[in-house]
């Protein structure tokens, strides 16, 4: 047993070098690398990845005369991008991990989108303005300029009733059904068990999203934070103009800067950070 523990001690040695440089994104003391995915012409919004293919759907503010959102996506391992054309205004993506189902979302309500065919079809659901789209077991959605959310769920929409008296932009679905949203005073939670809204942070909160663990991560424009299961704030990296995140099955960050898409991934290197 001792043996084993020392084993393993020297192999956790080993496994990174530790830098007093601490040159890059440091993301619990440990140094990750920027790796640029794509250039966008502006401010990529809500990022959204299809697991199954490995593309990321997120939207962007168009250069084009006429246009002032568009819709693309990204294969997360060639680096292929496309652009999708035949919605106006694309602004919110989603996706059904289990039939992988891609929604998106315009001034004029919600689409599916084929990623084979590269079709999109207009779902009659809502003609609402959509400013957020999420996925778990139902499609979530929130409208701008009014700032509800609303669950489209057997065949019917309606306002999710536990955030009737209150406003949210950005929402997602935690573990144990606790719902997580956030408008312009900050983030919050209500709590499935104790039927109470609690305040988390009152930071203004640009992307909000989950990983494949259902844990809970948020972004400001320059910070990127996690949640425990206690809903305690964990700072993972800072950078700047931050406007999108998703996280990869293998806990990489993909962030949508101003004019970039980029991973962040961990190398084999600890960086030791003094403290004040």
Request: hydrophobic share 35%; charged share 25%; aromatic share 12%.
């Amino acid at each position: 047993m001792r043996l084993l523990i020392f084993l393993l001690t020297v192999y956790c040695t080993q496994a990174r070098v530790v830098d007093n440089e601490c040159e890059g994104v440091l993301v619990r003391n440990i140094v990750h690398e920027k790796e640029k995915l794509l250039d966008v012409d502006n401010s990529p919004y809500q990022l959204a990845i299809d697991y199954d293919t490995n593309t990321l759907f997120f939207s962007f503010t168009s250069s084009k005369e006429g246009k002032s959102f568009e819709s693309g996506y990204l294969n997360l391992k060639t680096n292929e991008f496309h652009t999708i054309d035949d919605i106006d205004g694309g602004f919110a993506n989603a996706v059904d991990a289990t039939s992988h189902t891609i929604y998106l979302g315009a001034g004029e309500g919600i689409y599916k989108f084929d990623l084979e065919s590269k079709k999109t079809e207009h779902l009659n659901i809502t003609n609402h303005n959509i400013w957020q789209l999420f996925y778990k077991n139902n499609l979530y959605y929130t409208t701008y300029p009014d700032e509800f959310v609303y669950i489209y769920k057997d065949g019917k929409v309606e306002r999710v009733p536990e955030l009737k008296d209150t406003q949210a932009m950005l929402v997602v679905i935690g573990n144990n059904n606790n719902i997580y949203f956030s408008n312009s005073s900050g983030l919050y939670v209500h709590d499935h068990e104790v039927k109470s809204i609690s305040t988390i942070v009152e930071y203004n909160i640009e992307s909000l999203t989950i990983d494949t663990n259902g844990k809970i991560y948020f972004c400001t424009d320059e910070d990127i934070y996690r949640l425990d299961d206690s809903n305690k704030v964990e700072k993972l990296a800072s950078l700047k103009q931050i406007f999108g995140l998703a996280i990869e099955k293998d806990g990489s960050l993909i962030v949508g800067l101003y004019n970039s898409i980029i991973r962040i991934k961990p190398t084999d290197k600890q960086c030791t950070v003094k403290e004040n």
